[in-house]
């Protein structure tokens, strides 16, 4: 028989940015440390369709699946606290549905009746909560956007039907709200927050339980206060006051005994999470033995969002070597030959993540020669596999021209090209799967790499053969010159149907330039190698 999935639906009051994701994702890892099986969905009242156009300027990092989904960066957070790999079912936005609806309604399957919002839109929310739920025991639902958002309305009335339509014992509502702290009457206020239950029971929905965010601690009396004014139990007012670490959330959240309110409303008897390897790796990361500092080389340095899956993959891999990994941030427009050696002479390792467009690229290739001259680990990201590409056939091939031709699109030296100029696509493998409005094409999830015995590559992954990390890019590095590059001891330790996935050097200690994004498929239990490998080798230099 098909599980009766349970549900419980997260909403947001007072200010957007309070970490609903977060809390969120908190509650989905106690319950899965139970034994339960647990799945999370993001739904986005915004109207693009999806965030893969959107600016890393207004959306943060666009996190991808293993089906090539370009979604919100919370589902990054999901997948790393809950260490489930989800899909494109777990996460919707506006337009999104909108576009089903219409695609629908064109086809002629409403059979001649008025599309309306109810109960069209609302009805093709509740059928994607419920996929997304489909063989699990509990479905934690995030509504994005704030109580009282316009465009939040019909998802609100989408959780309301859904909560009647299964019972009450299928479902709950939790509310995160702000209790800000006011400097000069020195307190914490409860009133936003009855002000947000308020716009939510306007609406038909009465949270069961309320997760306070704040700057400190709540008292029991304050708690209390908060219970009574907006009609939920005492034990079900939960704080969650600033961290050192958003991994210490879930443990914060089990000291406060949340699971006991949730096993009562949701029926789900009594709940024993077993959390010792995360709390563990949690100390690990408060107080580690050890130190690194490496340079994180980005154009987006005044927007950490942009990098959120790369900087917390840098934590897992961190906590697991029991090491605190400083980045120095460095804005890769600012580096300049003169400069390049006093920006990275005190840094153990040097890091170019992936990007789009041609700014900042000089800066990255100048921190790629510094450290390929001075043997300092390297690990180019995307782009930064590709720059380091091109940085060695202008140095070491002389190829002064070489370029990729996202920024040259005459060069003569193509080192990075467009695939579809150089790969048949008419065969059997259809390697670009996702067209973009924007004209071009993208290769997006997950793919095969066949990784080249004995290299660097094969001994991260652990001696495996073949490895499955996600991509998103549209150029690829040229095979054209790839005899050449071997010649002159750039090795290929990583290849998928002709395509070069992989880079290292023969005479460095550890210079590695991937085509795809490890870091999206880290976890705190369970870091991705490629960026193990390059934490371990930056404290090796350190050491030295
Ligand atoms: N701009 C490059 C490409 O499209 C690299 C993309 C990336 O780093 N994600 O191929």
Redesign the pocket.
Do not use: D, T
């Given at each position: 028989m098909a599980k009766e999935t349970k549900y419980i639906f997260i909403t947001g009051g007072v200010l957007s940015s309070l970490g609903k994701g977060i809390a969120a994702a908190s509650i989905a890892t106690l319950l899965k440390n139970v034994g339960l099986k647990v799945s999370m969905l993001k739904a986005d009242p915004y109207i693009n369709v999806d965030p893969g156009t959107m600016s890393p300027l207004e959306h943060g990092e666009v996190f991808v699946t293993d089906d090539g989904a370009e979604t919100d960066l919370d589902l990054g957070h999901y997948e790393r606290f809950l260490d489930e790999s989800l899909s494109q079912k777990n996460n919707f936005t506006t337009g999104r549905v909108y576009s089903a609806v219409i695609e629908k309604e064109r086809r002629g399957d409403y059979l001649g009746k008025t599309i309306q919002v109810i109960p069209h839109i609302v009805g093709e929310i509740v059928d994607r909560i419920k996929k997304a739920g489909e063989g699990n025991d509990v479905l934690i639902v995030e509504i994005g956007g704030t109580v009282g958002d316009i465009e939040g309305l019909p998802f609100l009335e989408a959780i309301r039907a859904l909560r009647i339509e299964v019972g009450k014992k299928r479902a709950m509502n939790i509310h995160l709200t702000l209790v800000p702290f006011i400097k000069v009457a020195g307190e914490l206020k409860t009133k936003p927050t009855q002000h947000s239950v308020g716009e939510l029971r306007r609406i038909g929905i009465s949270p069961d339980m309320i997760i306070c965010r704040s700057e400190m601690p709540l008292n029991r009396e304050l708690k209390d206060k908060i219970a009574s004014s907006c009609g939920v139990e005492k034990n079900c007012v939960i704080e969650s006051s600033d961290s050192a670490s958003i991994y210490q959330i879930p443990l914060s959240f089990l000291k406060q005994d949340i699971l006991t309110p949730i096993a009562e409303n949701l029926g789900l008897g009594e709940l024993k999470p077993d959390m010792s390897k995360w709390d563990s790796l949690v100390k690990r990361i408060i107080a580690p033995t050890n130190e690194t500092t490496i340079a994180f080389v980005g154009k987006y340095v005044d927007l950490k969002e942009s990098y959120k899956s790369l900087t917390e993959s840098i934590i897992h891999a961190g906590a697991n070597l029991d090491t605190r990994v400083n980045l120095k941030w460095i804005d890769s427009e600012k580096i300049e030959p003169s400069n390049v050696n006093e920006l990275l002479k005190d840094v153990d390792g040097i890091l170019v993540?992936?990007?789009?467009?041609e700014r900042g690229v000089l800066g990255k290739i100048q921190a790629i020669k510094f450290a390929r001259e001075n043997k300092v680990p390297y690990l180019g990201?995307?782009?930064?596999m590709?720059l380091a590409m091109i940085e060695f056939a202008r140095d070491v091939l002389n190829l002064e021209d070489a370029n990729?031709i996202?920024f040259d699109a005459k060069c003569k030296n193509p080192i990075?090209y467009l695939i579809d100029s150089f790969i048949d696509v008419s065969g059997k493998k259809q390697i670009r799967t996702h067209k973009s409005p924007l004209g071009g094409t993208?290769r997006l999830g997950a793919y095969e790499c066949d990784i080249k015995a004995n290299s660097l590559l094969s001994k991260i992954y652990g001696g495996a053969k073949k490895i499955k990390e996600r991509h998103?890019?549209?150029?690829?590095a040229n095979p054209k010159y790839r005899a050449e590059f071997e010649k002159a001891g750039l090795i290929v330790s990583g290849e998928s149907d002709g395509l070069i996935e992989a880079i290292e050097l023969k005479d460095h200690p550890w210079f590695v330039g991937v085509q795809c994004?490890p870091e999206f498929t880290s976890r705190l239990t369970r870091p991705n190698p490629t960026i193990l490998g390059f934490i371990r080798a930056s404290i090796a230099n350190h050491v030295k």
């Open positions: 993540a992936g990007g789009f467009g990201i995307c782009l930064g590709q990729s996202e990075i993208m998103r890019h549209r150029y690829e994004h």
